[in-house]
């Protein structure tokens, strides 16, 4: 039996500039693959091992008000995105 492996595309850890963004990603993007946050940022793709990247990112709260908003998640009044647009 072959072995099966789930990749969680919601669970991949997209940083820049120091915040964690999130992206509708129909697929594993590959290492200099544009992708355009939620939030409307777009970076290339680098795929790296450097675990201090991840140390202290911060939410990028735009992203995190958009994805709520995706998946009919609650999004509380004073929801820190809400500010930013
Ligand atoms: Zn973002």
């Not at 993007?29 to 970076?43: K, N």
């Not at 709520?68 to 809400?82: E, I, K, S, T």
Request: proline fraction near 8%.
């Amino acid at each position: 039996m072959p072995l099966s492996v789930l990749l969680d595309l919601d669970r991949l850890h997209l940083v820049a500039h120091g915040e964690r963004h999130r992206a509708a990603l129909a697929r594993v993007p590959r290492p200099g693959d544009a992708i355009t946050m939620l939030c409307g940022y777009t970076d290339l793709v680098e795929y790296t091992g450097r675990t201090a990247d991840f140390v202290g990112v911060r939410t990028c709260w735009p992203c995190d008000l958009a994805y709520r908003r995706q998946l009919g998640l609650c999004v509380p009044p004073d929801h820190p995105g809400a500010r930013r647009l």
